[in-house]
């Protein structure tokens, strides 16, 4: 038992260490070509939050309204919703983002109001319920989390208007957490997250006055919503997690690290000092890993 136990997670470790390079790669790469990384969502590979999925359901016009598997199926926001969409974004966005979601380029700096055209309705649904939108301080260097300003509905309304000018992905995910595996999404976050959430969850400075917030009392929607899309200086995992690996990890989040009371104990699930182990090797070596890459980019 123990030793199949090694076996598994030495083998998750390993896959680990491979796949921390590139996104490692991708956050460098992000922030220093574009801090909004307001390029439109794409990825070829299959089963990572795109249309390339098991299920794919198209309406009579052959647009694409919701598509995904067991794990994570991702839905458009219904299109009778466009209209109070673009009513909701005039009101509440467009006098930071334009009338036309195409952003603001303040005096050469680019980015200070970013274009939001072609970011998918996952990006922005996570935005404005995470209560990030409409900014609060817009010189703020990172929006936080708050209270939302608009409510579910209305923030499904904005997201079909801004969709509706240039319709792109992902769509907004509903992880199926029942059956997901919570000991995997533990292993997984320890990671691909850890090395700035923290393993406990509770957040972390970054460089530059940044910081990766704690992720306790984060609904399952929008952790999957943050994962495959990468608020601000959050990687983007795509094609290196399929969505049974994010639906893991949300599993992990929403009850281990926000009920760390469980019977199992202390974020792991329970995986006993063996898993921890190698989790603490992997951590080490990927919060080296980035605190090189976010020294060197500094010079
Ligand atoms: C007061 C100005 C202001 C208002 C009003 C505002 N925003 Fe923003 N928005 C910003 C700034 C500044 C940023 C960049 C902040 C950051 O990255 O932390 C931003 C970032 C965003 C992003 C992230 C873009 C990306 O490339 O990842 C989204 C999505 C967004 N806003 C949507 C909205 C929506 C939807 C509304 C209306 C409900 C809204 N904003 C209202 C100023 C504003
Ligand atoms: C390179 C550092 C980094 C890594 C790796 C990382 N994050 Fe993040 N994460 C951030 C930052 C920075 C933010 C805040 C972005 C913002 O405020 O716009 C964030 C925000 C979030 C949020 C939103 C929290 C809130 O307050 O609304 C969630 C949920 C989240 N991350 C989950 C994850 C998960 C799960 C993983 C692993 C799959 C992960 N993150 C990996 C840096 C990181």
Redesign the pocket.
């Known amino acids: 038992m123990a030793s199949a136990l090694v076996k598994r997670i030495s083998a998750v470790t390993l896959v680990g260490f491979v796949a921390l390079g590139p ?1 490692l790669l991708f ?1 460098g790469g992000a922030t220093a070509a574009y801090k909004y990384k307001s390029t439109p969502y794409q990825t070829t590979r299959k089963n990572a939050g795109t249309p390339n999925s098991d299920v794919v359901k198209k309406d009579a016009n052959g647009v694409v309204i919701s598509y995904g598997n067991t794990a994570i199926m991702y839905n458009a926001p219904s299109s009778s919703l466009i209209q109070l969409g673009q009513a909701l974004f005039l009101q509440n966005c467009a006098s930071c983002h334009g009338n036309e979601a195409t952003g603001v380029p303040a005096n050469g700096t680019g980015g200070a109001y970013p274009n939001l055209v072609g970011l998918g309705p996952a990006t922005i649904d996570f935005w404005i319920e ?1 209560g ?1 939108m409409p900014a609060a301080n817009p010189r703020t260097i ?4 708050r209270v939302p300003r608009l409510s579910h509905g209305q923030a499904l309304a904005v997201s079909a208007w801004v969709d509706s000018l240039s319709p792109s992905y992902p769509s907004i995910p509903t992880p199926n957490l029942g059956i997901a595996n919570v000991s995997d999404g533990a292993a997984l ?1 320890a990671l ?2 850890a ?3 923290t393993i406990e969850g509770d957040g972390d400075a ?1 460089a530059n006055g ?4 704690s ?1 306790r009392h ?1 609904p399952a929607v ?2 999957a919503e ?2 495959r899309t990468g ?5 983007r ?1 795509t094609g290196n ?1 399929s969505d049974y690996q994010v639906n893991d ?1 949300v599993k992990y ?1 929403t009850t281990e690290i926000q009920h760390p009371n469980n019977p199992g104990g202390f974020g792991l699930g329970g995986l006993g000092p063996v898993a921890e182990g190698f989790v603490g090797l992997a951590l080490g070596v990927g919060v080296l890993a ?1 605190v090189g890459f976010w020294v060197g980019e500094r010079h």
């Open positions: 996104v956050a995470s990030r990172e929006a936080t989390r976050f691909n997250c090395a700035c959430h970054l940044t910081f990766a917030p992720l984060i929008q952790v943050a994962i608020p601000a200086n959050m990687p995992f997690l990890i989040v980035l």
